[in-house]
């Protein structure tokens, strides 16, 4: 099993920026794959942002260049650094976590990732 806890979120005007960190236990860090999604009322979870064992990583367009996924292994933390955030922003965030044999990958379905995180709340507004 592996326990996500994610802190960071709140409430930020637009334009603004937040940093979300997600803290993993229970597995080594540095053998999952790690990503962050987001749910707004009334839509579907969506990927924002995905980072392979070996750092690299994959981010959705509806964030590119605002968004930056990291992971630092030696904390155990994986990290979402927002920026020039839009009210479309406002949603739910959560950490999710899979394990992950090949060094390379990752994956952009929510439906492969095993374990998740109790979400942060992210609100922009205009």
């Known amino acids: 099993q592996v326990q996500l806890v994610e802190v960071g979120g709140g409430l930020v005007q637009a334009g603004g920026s937040l940093r979300l960190s997600c803290a993993a236990s229970?597995?080594?860090?540095?053998?999952?794959?790690m990503g962050w999604f987001r749910q707004a009322p009334g839509k579907e979870r969506e990927l924002v942002a995905t980072?392979?064992?070996?750092?690299?990583?994959y981010t959705a367009d509806s964030v590119k260049g605002r968004f930056t996924i990291s992971r630092d292994n030696s904390k155990n933390t994986l990290y979402l650094q927002m920026n020039s955030l839009k009210p479309e922003d406002t949603a739910v965030y959560y950490c999710?976590?899979?394990?992950?044999?090949?060094?390379?990958?990752?994956?952009?379905?929510?439906?492969?990732?095993?374990?998740w995180g109790q979400g942060t709340q992210v609100t922009v507004s205009s």
């Open positions: 229970g597995r080594p860090f540095s053998r999952l794959n």
């Open positions: 999710a976590a899979r394990d992950s044999s090949v060094y390379y990958e990752f994956r952009i379905r929510s439906i492969d990732y095993s374990y």
């Open positions: 980072i392979a064992r070996s750092g690299d990583t």
